[in-house]
């Protein structure tokens, strides 16, 4: 079980405000704007905020959990009022309201038991509310160059920088859709975030306009980008 003390470990060690993340968080937080109309918002992970800067002004109601103190501290500080701050790891969380959106970006691959989580976090929606999920695609360009070049031996191989931030699988769209389905949600919309050639460190010095067209053109390469966008609802039962 991952500890609040090993969250902090690993927030002493990610920036998700330097790294090369940033991009793809920013481009996530657009695509979610570009689809909310209003409700409450319920951002599970944080990280040092890039999702949560963006949003903070423009939703209702922001209520964002994290299990690490050192993450939750710097955006308390830095955001006030805007949002509210909850300290909790997900499986411990119980919301005293429910919410027209849920936000899970980069989670699911952290848990142990994805699935009876998501079956909790059903609770949490409101009527016709909308789970948006987020995770890394075991099937990205870059992973599957990797393959070729013998740098791994399978697709869903941890790597040393999986571990080193609790990752504990890696995804790809037919594990996710499993995993939602089985408990219980409809994926009503899906996109691949961004075409990613190579790692984070062998890109970080490419230009922004390099960087942005690749966002555009994961498009052209459906379950290759380098994340997994799915949109769901939970599924109604029938009579």
Known sequence: MTTNRDLDQIASEYDSLSDFDHHAIAHEADLFLADYVDGAVLELGCARGGMTRKLAPIVDRLVVVDGSETYLTELRRDLGQQAEFVSSRFEDYDPASTFRHVLAARILEHLQEPVAFLKRLRGWLEPHGMLHVIVPNARS???????????????????????????????????????????????????????????????????????????????????????????CEAARVRP
């Open 141 to 231: 360009f870059h992973r599957l160059l990797g393959l070729e070049m013998g740098l791994i031996k399978d697709l869903h191989e941890l790597g040393e920088r999986d571990r080193r931030v609790g990752h504990v699988r890696v995804y790809d769209s037919d594990m996710l859709m499993r995993d939602l389905e089985s408990a219980g949600f409809r994926v009503t919309w899906r996109r691949d975030v961004m075409l990613k050639p190579l790692s984070n460190a062998q890109m970080e010095t490419w230009e922004p306009a390099i960087i942005d067209a690749l966002f555009r053109m994961a498009r052209h390469f459906p379950d290759h980008g380098n994340e997994l966008y799915f949109r």
